[in-house]
């Protein structure tokens, strides 16, 4: 990861995030828009010399998991030697047209690759203050940490609820093959006062009801379900 230039308060940067060669790996966008929106082909892949077609994509899942649209890197240079030869840049879909696509702070996408020299790379604006990332009710949603710096998960919080909460917004990790790696369970719950021995719970979860340690990376993904619109995951601001 790297910065440049500081723009107004703005912080300017960029972050790549290793693709891996053994499956999938859940990745996602670790930057704002410096002005307006952010479309999917300014995010980039590198570690490449050369033409490049097809072996680095980008997939978009429905609710229950299954693949919704799928996006390849290609890099083709026209041929120097036929003047009615076109060059080929960006993310194009399974019809081979150049994808449209308005991408957040926070997206995350299901990615695949066939070498661990590869990085997807994104750049914009670090957005410094918290960062809000609504949930859905209608089944599961990728996001992805929307800092370019690492994150305890514990620095982590649910928002959109008051009172007791236990247990139906989580995250998962997934493993290459797309099968769930570990999940954590978001739990707030006051202790009983009228109980000495009660204890509070709070923070994220495992499914053995131990307090999760874990460090979330710079572009790192998850499968988050809830069953409320009205939630949100909030990752914390930067002290930047």
């Not at 704002?32 to 995010?43: E, N, R």
């Not at 980039?44 to 919704?68: H, I, K, R």
């Not at 719950?189 to 710079?218: C, H, M, Q, R």
């Amino acid at each position: 990861m790297a910065f440049g230039d500081v723009v107004s308060s703005d912080v300017v940067g960029y972050a790549g995030k290793e693709t891996g060669d053994e499956g999938c790996t859940a990745l996602g966008i670790s930057f704002a828009a410096v002005s307006g929106t952010m479309d999917i082909q300014d995010i980039s892949v590198t570690g490449y010399e050369g033409d490049f077609a097809g072996s680095v994509y980008m997939q978009t899942l429905t609710p229950n998991g299954y693949t919704d649209k799928t996006f390849f890197w290609v890099d083709l240079a026209a041929d120097p030697e036929d003047p009615d030869s076109e060059a080929f840049h960006g993310w194009y879909d399974e019809n081979d047209e150049l994808v449209s696509r308005t991408v957040s702070i926070g997206d995350g996408f299901w990615t695949a690759s066939d070498s661990s020299a590869y990085k997807i790379q994104s750049a914009g604006r670090v957005v410094k203050s918290s960062v809000a990332i609504p949930l859905g009710d209608e089944g599961c949603i990728m996001i992805a940490n929307p800092h370019p710096t690492t994150v305890d998960i514990q620095d982590v919080s649910v928002g959109g609820y008051e009172g007791d909460f236990g247990g139906s917004v989580y995250m998962q990790t997934l493993t290459p093959n797309g099968y769930t790696a570990a999940t954590y369970f978001w739990v707030d719950l006051a202790a009983d006062p009228e109980d000495p021995d009660s204890v509070a719970f709070y923070g994220w979860y495992d499914e053995n009801d131990e307090l999760v340690e874990k460090t979330i990376a710079v572009g790192e993904g998850f499968w988050t379900a809830s069953d409320s619109t009205d939630y949100s995951i909030v990752f914390p601001a930067l002290n930047l």
